[in-house]
């Protein structure tokens, strides 16, 4: 190559480097105004009960209509919000629209009894139970319509502040649910002492529990274990119908992936129930 080349590689180089900064703070100056514009809009992800019928319970994530770059996922804009400090602002809003949801749900006879809610490390602070409680009344609800999702390395993490936050809202009534298990380095015997109700198995224990015996062995000690500390287990990211045949065996007590339904808007949910109990009673074997 010529220097003539490698200049030009150079300057291209730059160039790239100055859109990408550009795109960010672009992305960083209307997020500011995502949530007045009503940008930030909310899907719906079942769980259900391996082997059976029953929903076991929903999440609700985060979505951004962006005016010019179209839907962005979660992972695009929430570590830039964390980032910014905008993060305590957007979860409100999560948490607010998720309330208002239920309770619109409830008014129509769609029964669902409980969603839960993706909560940021930067979230847990003292008064967040207070924040959460005041919200969940203001819309007539009570604590155990809503669980708060929190990775297991946000828990592990920090020590004082955090376990008051999670003791707060757990005497409070509501639900506390590790999520991604599994994808950090804590073990369940850091967790024992907190007030946890669910463990979320993450997506990389269960891409292969259905044909590598370690990942079987390793699911099952996990369920095992989980069980044994008095916590509720849900394997994350089921896509094949072996999967869920592994997990029915092994005693997990729910799960959630694309095999029992993707992600939706609010407005499918209610069909998508129906046609869940229309279908009836699963077939023995
Ligand atoms: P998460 O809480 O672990 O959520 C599960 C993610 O896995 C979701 O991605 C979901 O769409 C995806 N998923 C579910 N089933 C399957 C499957 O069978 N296969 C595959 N490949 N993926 C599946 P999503 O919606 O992109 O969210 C990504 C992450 O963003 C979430 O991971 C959560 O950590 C975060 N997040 C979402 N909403 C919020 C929010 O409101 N607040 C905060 N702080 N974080 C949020
Ligand atoms: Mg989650
Ligand atoms: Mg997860
Ligand atoms: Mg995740």
Redesign the pocket.
Known sequence: QSKQGGGNRATHFTAQMETLAVAALALDRDLDQAIERRELV??F?PQGVPGGREVAGW?????WNHPKLGRL???RF?PL??ERGW?HR??RH?IDSTLAQIATWDRAGTRIPRIA????PS?LRAGLADEIDALVYSHGLTPDRLAL?I?ETAIVGDGAEVAYALTRLSQKGYSIEV??FGAGYSSLGQLRHLPLETL?I??SLIDDVHHSKIDTALVGAVIDMARALGMRTVA????LPEQERVLARLGCDSY????LG??MPAARVPDWLAQRSAAGPVQAG
Not at 59 to 63: G, N, P, Q, S, Y
Not at 117 to 120: P, Y
Request: proline share 5%; charged share 40%.
């Open positions: 909310l899907e992800q999440e609700a994530l985060v979505r996922m979660p992972d929430i919000a964390e993060i957007i979860g999560v809610v993706n909560l940021s979230e999702e990775t999520d991604d979320k993450d997506k994350e990211g089921v896509e959630q992936g694309y095999l993707k992600p």
